[in-house]
């Protein structure tokens, strides 16, 4: 198996913490203001920039190490 980059570690808990707190990804799109591609894009590319995921981080009040457990 493969190991997953940091970019793509986060975009899996940008995936669960979604799973854990909406009923679906669109509804977290609209809630959030995003585009539901650019969120695809995230989830099943990796998130690249740290900026993006502070801001995920400050959204679902987590700090933003989180991002990168694979747990």
């Known amino acids: 198996m493969d190991k997953l980059s940091p970019q793509q570690?986060?975009?899996?808990?940008?995936r669960k913490l979604?799973?854990?707190?909406?009923n679906s990804q669109e509804e977290f799109?609209?809630?959030y203001h995003?585009?539901?591609?650019?969120?695809?894009r995230y989830?099943?590319?990796?998130?690249?920039k740290i900026a993006t995921i502070q801001e995920f981080a400050n959204y679902f009040n987590i700090d933003f190490?989180?991002?990168f457990n694979q747990n």
């Open 43 to 48: 989830i099943n590319q990796g998130i690249t």
């Open 34 to 40: 995003i585009e539901i591609r650019t969120l695809s």
């Open 65 to 67: 190490i989180d991002f």
């Open 9 to 14: 570690i986060a975009g899996n808990t940008l």
């Open 29 to 31: 799109a609209y809630e």
């Open 18 to 22: 979604i799973q854990e707190n909406y």
